[in-house]
């Protein structure tokens, strides 16, 4: 395995310190993959302390969405909106559209994917320092 490959599928796990197969049996071979895995596990671990700033994004949108003038909206459908509905309402689950699963980025992927900019960052820092 190129040690490309092997720092892809580093970055590409949910937990880095968890190495499959493939890439531990490179792991053993290549000290400069190793020493970057060592890095990578260390980011991880300390990428709970990093600071995060305060925002007052959340309270300036509510208040933005409280001040705005509500439009009335009428009790009783339009009636080419009742025969949309009446057809929409003929159609079964496999009509609908496949929604993509809620946890497709998890807190960890999230994580581990910050931890490889932040790594590849210093990375290029030292290489031209």
Do not use: Y
Not at 107 to 112: C, E, V
């Amino acid at each position: 395995m190129r040690c490309e490959v092997a720092r892809l599928r580093l970055l590409s796990v949910e937990n880095p310190a968890r190495v499959p197969a493939d890439v531990r049996a490179h792991l053993v071979d290549c000290e400069f993959c190793r020493d970057w895995h060592d890095d990578l596990c260390t980011f991880e671990r300390h990428i709970p302390f990093l600071p995060v700033p305060n925002s007052r994004g959340k309270a300036k949108l509510l208040q933005q969405l409280l001040s705005e003038k509500h439009v009335e909206v009428p009790n009783h459908p339009a009636p080419e909106a009742a025969q949309t509905l009446s057809e929409s309402s003929a159609l079964t689950h496999t009509d609908h559209p496949i929604l993509p699963h809620p946890r497709l980025v998890t807190f960890p992927g999230l994580m581990a994917g910050l931890a490889a900019v932040v790594l590849l960052v210093l990375s290029t820092w030292l290489l031209h320092n």
